[in-house]
Structure formats: C-alpha cells, structure tokens
C-alpha cells in the first residue's frame, strides 16, 4: 500500500511539473539600443541592455509577464546656454544606468514552421532612480518578435522594437527631461 502511494505521489508530482512548464514562461535576453531622437535637442544616446522576464504563457498563443532589466546609455548633446541676448551651443555628455521594471507583452501572430513564430511585442513601465548613476522614467517598447521553439534544446527569440524613454536626469537644463527614442535589437532564451 505504501509504495502504491508513493508511485502515485510521483505520478502526480511528475504530471503538475509537465503541466506548470507550459504555464509559465521565463525570458533572459540582451541586445543593443541605438538612438536616433531626442526631441528638443541635438545628439542622442546608445549602449547596451538586458532583461530578465518572468511570466505567464497562456498556450504558446501569448504571452504576459513582468521584466526587470539593466540598460546603458551614453552619448552627447548640444544645448542653448546663456541668456536672450548671448546664447552659445554648448557640448554635453550624457552617461547614465537605467533599471527599469516593465510589464512583457508578447502575441504571436503567424507561424514559418511549427516550431518558428512571428509575433508582436508591447513594453511599458519605469525605470525609479535606484542610485547616483542611476536615471529614472516611463518607458514604452513596441516591435515584432522572431520566436524558434527548438523541440530538442532551449528555444531563442529575436526582437526588434522602437522605445521611448522619458530621462529625467539633466543636470545641465533642470526641468527640461530628454525625450529619447531609440531601436532596440534583442537576442533572448525563453525558458517554458
């Protein structure tokens, strides 16, 4: 009687682990950013970022979840310094980390193959100033995505997307915020 029970614990456990695998879904990606526009301003800002993005899958059909990433941004700008009557344009380097916390939004939308999607991708969130070099600001990340769900190994996702994302750290205009857009090239493992 006690190994019957033990056998069907097992089985039971062992299904609820096959099932919960399809449920939830976990996403480790990095990728380049590359600006191309801050309103108001001269110059933009490019670097480097990477998430972590846990959530839910609902069938292989979406997918929904929370991130937290890790970004850098640097480059220069041009701004007007001085008065109304004696203005200069002045050079400034922007250097900055950015920590935002977004929700993960995924649809696939077509599929090449079974096992190669196509889908589309919305971010939003903000990213709070969690130290000195630390910017803060809401974001917003929209873009399609490249989904190969290998049978045999990990299964690896492309993105390509355009953000927005607001900085708030000027120390050269206080008050005026950068409103920097930028493309977002990013290769990721989706763990499900």
Known sequence: MHNKLVYFLLFLFSFLHVQSQNKFYT???????????????????????????????????????????SERLKGEYEKLEGNKINTEIVSAEYTQDLMPIFIDARL????????????????????????????????????????????????????????????????IDLGKHFQHQQFNISIGILLK
């Open 108 to 171: 696939p939308i077509g599929e090449f193959s079974t096992f190669s999607k196509l889908g589309i991708l919305a971010n939003a969130g903000y990213a709070p100033s969690v130290g000195v070099r630390y910017d803060r600001g809401f974001l917003f990340r929209t873009g399609f995505f490249y989904l190969f769900d290998n049978p045999q190994g990990l299964a690896w996702t492309l993105s390509g997307a355009y953000a927005y994302q607001e900085l708030t750290r000027n120390r």
């Open 27 to 69: 996403l480790i990606q990095g990728g380049a950013n590359i600006g191309f526009a801050n309103e108001g301003y001269k110059g933009t800002f490019s670097g480097y970022s990477t998430s972590l993005i846990f959530g839910k899958n609902y069938n292989d059909r979406a997918y929904l979840g929370l991130g937290i990433g």
